[in-house]
């Protein structure tokens, strides 16, 4: 009787013992069959589904339009106090530092993204045109149009096409090139806000903008950024006490990459290692992407700053909490020497053995982070 109380929990185990995992706490939860679920259970998921897409959908466009209107309405600000009080670039630099230092768990505020949007202002001074049309796709495709062309009217043609078909930014990009519009006839009709298609590739890219959820802070709430914050100070702080040859060279570093704007958390010369220390701090617990994005900061240092007699960089990674089987699967496949420091307890470091009595130990950092968190 003990044996049907859960029978799908035995089918996990099972099935992950038949994959041959050996590590614990690894299961491969298996759904019920299809075939098993009652009648009518296809039509009422199918049903749901299409709801949950496009309140989503929905959400995710309001949220674009409130970002892209504040993006106009700073542009404008700039380039009322340019036009009328002589202010030159210089200000948007500082107005970036500023901002990022305000607002630290926000990314658009790069100059470049300010310059953007100064742009934007000037070549939409209708605040109607921009409330109506275009604040209704997202912040890229407008920076699509307007490096593309600069007919405010072809614009206008490209924005409404690309809602109705729901176009990523690269095929808009690419009908743009090829000139659509003296094929089908620019006339502008009149807009009515509408949804893309659910299953268009606009709908897929808007998830994944990364400015988007940096507006709605849902990327990093706000408490884990101030405390993210608050670590950067200790942790800096505490390596340069060290006395072992860190030489501070900056925090939040920029980096522009591929058009899209990165920052390192800390960033450290070891004179004795002769090589750069990128650290980074998350506030919550681990997770696999960091490793991944460590080890890209990781490639970017080498490539951009290393000097050819320097070893390679070396990243370490600190995190509120992890689960050692996750880091190990993370870490799997990894080359770059990356040390995973968790504040409460004991873990094991991956760094070469040649490199870890140079660096702090990874228990001097934790008991560090704890009493700063006392």
């Known amino acids: 009787?003990?044996?049907?109380?859960h029978p799908a929990k035995k089918s996990v185990g099972n099935d992950r013992k038949s994959r041959g995992s050996t590590k614990p706490g690894v299961i491969m939860p298996v759904p019920a069959a299809l075939p098993d679920m009652p009648q009518g259970y296809a039509v009422f998921f199918s049903d749901l589904k299409d709801r949950i897409t496009r309140e989503r959908i929905k959400a995710v466009l309001s949220a674009n339009s409130a970002m892209v209107i504040l993006y106009w309405d700073i542009g404008r600000a700039i380039l009322e106090r340019q036009q009328t009080e002589g202010w030159g670039a210089k200000v948007i630099d500082r107005l970036s530092h500023d901002l990022k230092a305000a607002f630290p768990d926000m990314t658009g505020f790069s100059p470049r993204n300010l310059k953007y949007m100064r742009k934007f202002a000037e070549s939409w001074p209708q605040p109607a045109i921009v409330q109506e049309v275009l604040a209704q796709i997202t912040w890229y495709h407008n920076l699509a149009l307007l490096e593309k062309t600069d007919d405010p009217d072809i614009?206008?043609?490209?924005?409404?096409?690309t809602l109705e078909y729901g176009w990523s930014r690269n095929i808009l990009a690419i009908q743009m090139e090829t000139r659509l519009h003296e094929r089908q006839g620019k006339a502008v009709s009149n807009f009515e806000a509408a949804l893309p298609p659910t299953d268009s590739d606009m709908a897929a890219q808007i998830f994944k903008d990364p400015y988007i959820f940096d507006f709605l802070g849902t990327a990093d709430?706000?408490?884990?950024?101030?405390?993210?914050?608050?670590?950067?100070?200790?942790?800096?702080?505490?390596?340069?006490?060290l006395g072992q040859g860190f030489a501070f060279v900056g925090r939040q570093v920029p980096m522009e990459v591929g058009g899209s704007d990165f920052s390192l958390d800390l960033l450290f010369y070891h004179l004795?290692?002769?090589?750069?220390?990128?650290?980074?701090l998350k506030a919550g617990k681990f997770e696999p992407g960091h490793v991944s994005q460590l080890n890209f900061y990781l490639n970017v240092v080498d490539d951009l700053l290393r000097h050819p007699d320097?070893?390679?960089?070396?990243?370490?990674?600190?995190?509120?909490d992890k689960n050692r089987t996750v880091v190990e699967y993370a870490l799997a496949g990894f080359t770059k020497p990356i040390g995973v420091a968790q504040w409460e307890r004991q873990i094991t470091q991956s760094l070469?053995?040649?490199?870890?009595?140079?660096?702090p130990t990874v228990e001097e950092i934790e008991a560090e982070l704890e009493g700063e968190l006392e």
Do not use: N, T
């Open 272 to 280: 004795k290692l002769r090589c750069y220390v990128v650290v980074e």
């Open 221 to 241: 709430p706000r408490r884990e950024a101030e405390l993210e914050q608050k670590l950067i100070d200790h942790i800096q702080r505490f390596l340069l006490e």
């Open 155 to 161: 614009r206008l043609w490209y924005a409404q096409k």
């Open 352 to 359: 070469p053995d040649e490199l870890k009595s140079s660096l």
């Open 310 to 320: 320097d070893k390679p960089s070396i990243g370490l990674l600190l995190v509120r």
């Open 1 to 5: 009787m003990g044996s049907d109380k």
